[in-house]
């Protein structure tokens, strides 16, 4: 049996259809759920992907893809998240991912699918290819498209001390405009981690850019100001 069908097997034994619509409503999706939550979900694709070893990285890339492209079910594209970040494939991260992942980002476009992307995945691929990866990031963060945009300014959410400041900052800036709530939202959200390694920082960047609103109050929310 093919990995895919694997896949989607084990996710239909998984699931429990009463809580398939409820989870749809939820995420707003157009894409019907079958009712896998994250729990179980996980421990059955952790024995599919385990019985199911890909030998080389093209294999893998093209694996995560048609489970993607071919998903009919939003479980389906949380298998393809989760095979593209499986412990077995590290050595896989590399810049040839980029275009997945981007592909990924952009007809993923909702934040239960991009989020993962963003902070496990594309900064994953920034600390390791730090060269490559800034100059991408800065153009993603000035695209057209708001989920490239939110997946620069989350990138680094992970970082901590290691966050390039100055990167954070220049993928911030282009969206200090935008008044979509996923910006804004991102904005607060890279903030808010930044602030647990250097709240005063964040706090003088917060009042320097005038940043009001839910920004503001996501970025500063578990600091002692206003």
């Given at each position: 049996m093919s990995l895919g069908k694997a896949v989607r097997l084990a996710l239909q034994e998984a699931a429990e259809p009463d809580k398939a619509e409820p989870m749809r409503a939820y995420m707003k999706s157009e894409m019907p759920f079958l009712g896998v939550q994250a729990v179980p979900r996980r421990a059955a694709l952790r024995r599919v992907f385990a019985g199911h070893r890909i030998d080389s990285a093209p294999e893998w890339r093209r694996a995560v893809?048609?489970?993607?492209?071919?998903?009919?079910?939003?479980?389906e594209r949380y298998a393809a998240v989760e095979l593209s970040g499986y412990h077995f494939y590290r050595d896989f991260q590399t810049l040839y991912t980029v275009p997945m992942y981007e592909e990924m980002v952009v007809t993923g476009a909702?934040?239960?699918?991009v989020d993962e992307l963003a902070t496990h995945r594309v900064g994953g691929l920034l600390t390791a290819y730090p060269d490559s990866m800034r100059p991408l990031m800065l153009e993603w963060a000035a695209d057209a498209d708001l989920w490239?945009?939110?997946?620069a300014i989350l990138c680094q959410n992970r970082f901590?001390?290691?966050t390039d400041t100055a990167l954070l900052y220049a993928c911030i800036e282009p969206s200090l405009s935008d008044n979509d709530f996923f910006a804004r939202k991102a904005i607060g959200w890279a903030l808010?981690?930044?602030a647990k390694t250097n709240p005063d920082e964040v706090v003088r960047y917060v009042r320097a850019k005038g940043i009001s609103g839910l920004s503001r109050r996501e970025?500063?929310?578990?600091?002692?100001?206003?």
């Open positions: 893809l048609s489970l993607w492209r071919e998903a009919e079910y939003r479980e909702w934040w239960d699918l490239k945009r939110r997946t901590k001390s290691r808010r981690e930044y970025a500063l929310k578990n600091l002692p100001v206003g």
